[in-house]
C-alpha cells in the first residue's frame, strides 16, 4: 500500500510539473527567434488599431492616449528573450485596451474562422492556463463608491480576525495613495469623477493596507486572508412569485443560453398568476447570449419592443475582410462613415423583441435591477431598455462601455498562432456626447454604499429580498 502511495503521489507531481510549465514534450512553447515575436507583436498592435473601434472614444472622453502607449509598450518587444515574456508583453498590450474581451482567448470560437488556426486554439488554451494571471482581470473585493474605494466583503486572517471593518474607506496601498496604486488596473471611467476607476484592488507584496473607518485611520499588513466572498446564490437562477405583491421575480445571474428554458418554463407556470410587477434580476451577470434576455422578454410581454441599434465598425481591409468571410455578411450594401475623423462602416438597423405564442401578455413595467458587475451581453440588454420607457433600470452603473455588439473577432499571431480576441463594434445609440457611450446611469439609483445582498449566506430569497435587498426595496416603492 505505501508502495502504491508513493507511485500515486510520483505521478501527481509528475502531472503538476507538466501543468505548471512547458515541461512536457507536448506542451512546449513554440521555438520563436526574436524577430519572429517582435512581428508577432507588430501584427498584434497594428490589428487592434485596424479592428478597435473603441479606441477613439476613449481617448476623447478620457484624454488618455491608449494607442500611443500601445506603440510606447509594443517599442520594449526589442528587449524580450523568452516566450514567457513575449506573452505577458502581448497581454500587457490588450490590457491597455481596458475591455476584458480583449485577451488571449480561444473558447467558444467559430472552427470557420480562417484568421485561426487549430495549433492556436490549443496553444491559447495551455497559456490560458499556464499563465492565467496575466489573462486575468480579477481583484481583491474593495469596492468603488462615489470615486472613493470602500471594504465590501469579510476579510478574516487565518484566525478568524476581521482585518477591517466593513464600509472602511481604502486611503493606501502600500504607502501609495490608493488611486496612484490603482492606474495601471484601472479600467471604467466615472463619468462624474472624470478618471478611471476598477471594482477592485490588486495587491502585491507586501500588502500593506491603510484604510479610516469613522475617525480612526489604522494600517494593517496582509499575510493570509479568508474572504466571505459573496452570498451561496449568487450564480442561482430562479422564478419566483411573491404573492403578497402579485411580483413576478426572475433572477438571471448570467447569459448562458442553456439555462433560457429554466426561465421559460418558470414563466409560463405562472401565467394564471395576479402579476402587478415584473422583476429581472442581473445583477453580478457579467454577459454571454443576448438570446437569453431576448428570449425571456419574449415570453412576458404583450406588445413588441422596437429598439435601434446605430452600430459601426472601423473601415479596413481586414475588418471588411471579416465580415465578409467569417460572419458572411456583404458589407458593401452599408455606408460609409467618418466620426471623429476616423472612418466606419454604419451596420445600423432597427429590431424587434416579438411576444412569444405562450407569452404572459404582461402589460406594466419591467424592472431591471443592474449593479456595478454587469459587462458585455447584460450592458446590451440595459441599452436596450433605455430606449423604452416600460422597462426601469434599478441600481449603479458600472463604468463600462456598454452598447450592442457581435461576439469578439479572432485573430492568430502569424509565428506563435496565438489567438485573441477583439471587440469590433461601436455603439453610438441615443448618443448625445461621447461620454453617453459609457454606462453611466440608471433610472433608479440606489445607495452604492447599501449593498447588503453581499453578506449572507442566501441573497436572492423572498425573505431577504424583501427584508434586507435595497435594490428591491426600491422596486416595492414604486407605484
Not at 24 to 29: E, L, V
Not at 48 to 56: E, G
Not at 289 to 311: A, C, G, H, R
Not at 433 to 461: A, G, Q, W
Request: charged fraction near 25%; charge should be positive; hydrophobic fraction near 35%.
Amino acid at each position: 500500500m505505501k508502495k502504491i502511495n508513493r507511485i500515486l503521489l510520483f505521478l501527481a507531481v509528475a502531472a503538476f510539473s507538466c501543468i505548471s510549465e512547458f515541461t512536457c514534450q507536448a506542451q512546449k512553447p513554440p521555438k520563436l527567434t526574436k524577430a519572429q515575436m517582435q512581428e508577432d507583436i507588430a501584427f498584434l498592435v497594428q490589428t487592434l488599431k485596424d479592428v478597435n473601434p473603441h479606441f477613439i472614444i476613449r481617448e476623447k472622453v478620457t484624454g488618455a492616449p491608449i494607442r500611443a502607449e500601445i506603440d510606447s509598450l509594443a517599442a520594449t518587444s526589442a528587449h524580450i528573450k523568452t516566450f514567457k515574456d513575449f506573452y505577458y508583453l502581448g497581454s500587457s498590450i490588450l490590457r491597455l485596451c481596458k475591455d476584458p474581451h480583449n485577451i488571449f482567448r480561444s473558447a467558444a470560437l467559430d472552427n470557420s474562422n480562417r484568421y485561426i488556426t487549430p495549433e492556436g486554439i490549443t496553444l491559447t488554451n495551455k497559456c490560458v492556463m499556464l499563465y492565467r494571471k496575466y489573462n486575468s482581470w480579477a481583484s481583491h473585493p474593495f469596492g468603488y463608491i462615489d470615486g472613493k474605494y470602500f471594504v465590501d466583503r469579510y476579510v478574516y486572517d487565518k484566525h478568524g480576525k476581521l482585518y477591517f471593518p466593513l464600509c472602511s474607506q481604502i486611503l493606501a496601498i502600500n504607502d501609495i495613495p490608493v488611486d496612484e496604486y490603482q492606474k495601471k488596473n484601472n479600467i471604467r471611467w466615472d463619468v462624474s469623477k472624470k478618471k478611471y476607476y476598477s471594482s477592485g484592488i490588486f495587491l502585491q507584496n507586501p500588502r500593506k493596507i491603510t484604510y479610516q473607518y469613522n475617525d480612526t485611520v489604522k494600517t494593517v499588513k496582509i499575510k493570509d486572508r479568508q474572504i466571505n466572498n459573496s452570498c451561496r446564490d449568487l450564480y442561482k437562477e430562479k422564478v419566483l412569485w411573491f404573492e403578497k405583491d402579485s411580483i413576478l421575480y426572475i433572477r438571471i445571474p448570467e447569459m448562458d443560453y442553456s439555462k433560457t428554458d429554466f426561465y421559460l418554463q418558470g414563466i409560463r407556470k405562472n401565467k394564471n398568476n395576479t402579476i402587478n410587477k415584473v422583476v429581472i434580476d442581473v445583477r453580478y451577470n457579467d454577459g454571454g447570449n443576448d438570446y437569453v434576455w431576448m428570449e425571456t422578454l419574449s415570453e412576458i410581454i404583450d406588445q413588441p419592443v422596437f429598439y435601434k441599434e446605430e452600430i459601426y465598425i472601423k473601415d479596413s481591409p481586414i475588418m471588411l475582410d471579416y465580415m465578409k468571410e467569417v460572419r458572411k455578411e456583404d458589407v458593401s450594401l452599408y455606408a460609409h462613415k467618418t466620426i471623429e475623423g476616423e472612418q466606419f462602416i454604419d451596420i445600423s438597423e432597427t429590431d424587434t423583441i416579438f411576444p412569444s405564442l405562450t407569452s404572459l401578455h404582461y402589460k406594466g413595467k419591467i424592472y431591471v435591477l443592474a449593479d456595478e458587475n454587469v459587462f458585455s451581453s447584460t450592458l446590451a440588454f440595459i441599452s436596450v431598455c433605455n430606449q423604452n420607457t416600460r422597462f426601469i433600470t434599478v441600481g449603479n452603473p458600472s463604468g463600462y462601455l456598454s452598447g450592442r455588439s457581435f461576439d469578439p473577432c479572432s485573430f492568430s499571431l502569424p509565428n506563435s498562432k496565438l489567438i485573441f480576441g477583439i471587440t469590433p463594434c461601436l455603439d453610438l445609440t441615443g448618443v448625445k456626447n461621447l461620454e453617453d457611450c459609457y454606462d453611466h446611469r440608471r433610472d433608479i439609483l440606489v445607495d452604492t454604499k447599501d449593498c447588503n445582498y453581499r453578506y449572507y449566506k442566501e441573497c436572492f430569497t423572498p425573505e431577504h429580498l424583501y427584508e434586507y435587498d435595497s435594490y428591491f426595496k426600491k422596486v416595492l416603492e414604486q407605484k
